[in-house]
């Protein structure tokens, strides 16, 4: 009893868990209302499913969770994401070795974060405006690589690429499972426990502090668009997987999606605040959203409505809980 | 060994575009001693400093420290030699701990990994050897800003620094923690460390002071031995004349009862607090710090709600909810934090002025009319003798003492009753601080009620001419100014709260 309680306050203690915690919860009754609604909800098969629908998610939230955490923002995600897509797709249509057209298309995006760090935090653009540049411009690249078209199937030589990437299964999950799981685990350990995490935590904190106290603030802020531009690259990769072809569209909007399952998950758009395990959890809500939703027959419009108000609603309800809390202090 | 220099500058230059802001200026420090840099606000202390510990670099000169020529120097180079520096804003990053912001930067490892406890006990170890009573674990945005300002003080010396810059480190300290803050300054000088003080609270020198060098307008003016009674040599060689007055007085007939706050209680920092304010005077608050004399005049303004209380204007009882109430009925106040609460300094300052007067420079339809806003602009600078390029430059770009008179003449522009000042000297200089008591002394004259928040003790008492101390929210006591003591101040001050020790 006592190892538990101690155990509970250790675990309190890890900043931001507090919120986290909340939302934990709310996520908890909300699978529970759905899966009452519809048991079917509950079946195995619809659990693998739903992780796999998740996955991407989290990792697109994993990316713009480190950029949200240094206080700055990538919107340029959604359009790496169709990007690395059609980049892939395109290279294997013309009979490249599927696995070459990965590293390929991992050079390419890792570019893309590059410019974006260095446009930050070298030549000191406003992020939003920086990325919303590079956001139109990868775009641009995605409609470019294949003239303006969709491309056509990969084809069977690829196989081997599909399966790594969505339809293999290890065990009960799906591989797109364990990738996400994987990458997870490794950025989760980077952001909380290497000095590369602390920097990044500083960095959104208070960038003067942290230059002063001779944090490199341009390689870290390159490090984290670069682990913004890996992550939406990895998800480009699973959707020309899933769907054996590139589009030009694929992405759209994921930097939004991004921005919400962080957000939902507690990380703070103002910088320094947040942590990963929020972002899974952000992430999930907005999967059994999007799943439960569905099942229960509701229409997509109704849906983004119902996910609308949920993004909105949380961070509210984590203003109000702070004010509560700075009030009573002050009091 | 005692005599040798730990640091050596000479002949160092800075420009910044447009501004020789260094010029052929030198400084010698020597181990175990407290060398204090003096001079106006802009007079380049902060740049000098900031070339020591590498956060500019200098365009010509030569470094030395211990002996030893520096060529490159940023901000890890000079940890690695010892130079720390804790500047005059405070720099911490509020969402990490204490441990974490003292390790900043050079956070320990093993392998990849961050070694969280032994960071933890090394802060816990410098925290205890400092005699300051925190947790190396709380969150830095969770503690008081003098709390934040010790750690800043631990963060530098966590380093093993020897050679200690510090940059205003006292002004958000409460007296208790100066004097422990002087206790550890003496501890380090004592263990060798060479310490540069700027401060602009001059009495505070005799207490750890040993010597003084001056500089003025960019240029070192001269070096000496500090001695107390030369103060007014040194006031001289800071401003580059003689100050005659340094608190100069007018004095004006007392007229009628213009306002007056009964039993106003807004928290628990105000409580029951009841105040008059007549005619062609000027009523000084003095107190500790965190005696409640922001919260009092924050809560009168409308800033903060009320409880209880009664707040009468001209004899007549006005209902102050909100700021925009008491602009209205001619209540005014220049906060204590210029730059966060007083000015928008992104801004210029004809849009700094025009302001809170959008009501009386628009038309119908909310449209600002230019020319009336230019008319105030002018009329507000002239009267004020506000130094600047144009009406156009950004507020934050103007000196401290004339930000403060952009922050008074945004308020004169529209006939106030009642003028609140909150510690509106805080960090100008000795010639800026004249002119600002100059300004209080002609509101006094046109029958402008003055209510002046202050710490500095002998400001308070040169220019009020009615005393009203505060302690822990309620007002402990009203002295008129002639019949003043400091005891007779502190010891109201102090009522009630025993435990807390006075500076001086």
Known sequence: ?????????????????????????????????????????????????????????????????????????DLSIGSVVGMSCMISATLMTKGMNPWAAVCVTIICCLVVGIINGLLVAECKLPPFIATLGTMTIARGIAQIVNNNYNTDSIGDGAKAFRDFFYYGKMGPLYNTVIIALILWLVFNFVLSKTRTGRHIYAIGSNIEAAKLSGVNVVSTTVKVYLVSAFCACVVGLITCATSGMGTMDAGNSYE???????????????????????????????????????????????????????????????VIVRSGKFSKKKG | MQDEYIVELSHIMKSFPGVKALDDVSFHLKSGEVMALLGENGAGKSTLMKILSGVYTRDEGTIRIFGEEIHEMNPQKAQELGVAIIHQELNMCQHLTVAENMFLGREKVKGMVLSQREMNEEARAMLGRLNINMDPTTIVGDMSVSKQQMVEIAKALSTNARVLIMDEPTSALTSKEIDDLFVIIRKLKSEGCGIVYISHRLEELKHIVDRVTIMRDGHYITEMEFDENRMDTIIAHMVGREIKEKFPRISCPKGKKIFEVRNLNAGRMVRDVSLELYEGEIVGIAGLMGAGRTETTRAIFGVDPKESGQILLDGQEVTIRCAADAIKAGIVLAPEDRKKDGLCTKLSIRDNIALPNLDILCNALGVVNRKKEAIMTNQAVESLKIKLPNAEVDAGSLSGGNQQKVVVGKWLARNSRVVIFDEPTRGIDVAAKVEIYNLMNQLKKEGIGVLFVSSEMPEVMGISDRIIVMCDGRVTGEIMAEDATQDQILKFATQFESKIGAAD
């Open chain 1, 1 to 73: 009893m006592d190892k538990k309680q101690s155990g509970l306050k250790k675990l309190l203690a890890v900043r931001g868990m507090g919120q986290v915690i909340t939302v934990g919860i709310g996520f908890v009754i909300l699978y529970i209302a759905f899966g009452i609604m519809n048991p079917v909800f509950f079946s195995g098969k619809n659990v693998a499913n739903l992780l796999r629908q998740i996955a991407p998610i989290v990792l697109i939230g994993v990316g713009q969770s480190y950029v949200l955490i240094t206080g700055n923002i």
């Open chain 1, 256 to 318: 939004m999606y991004a921005v919400a399952a962080s957000v939902i998950g507690g990380v703070s758009t103002l910088g320094g605040q947040g942590i990963l395990l929020g972002t899974v959890i952000g992430a999930a809500i907005w999967g059994v959203l999007q799943n439960g939703l569905q099942f229960a027959g509701a229409p997509v419009a109704i849906r983004n409505i119902v996910i609308g108000v949920i993004v909105v609603v949380s961070v509210l309800l984590d």
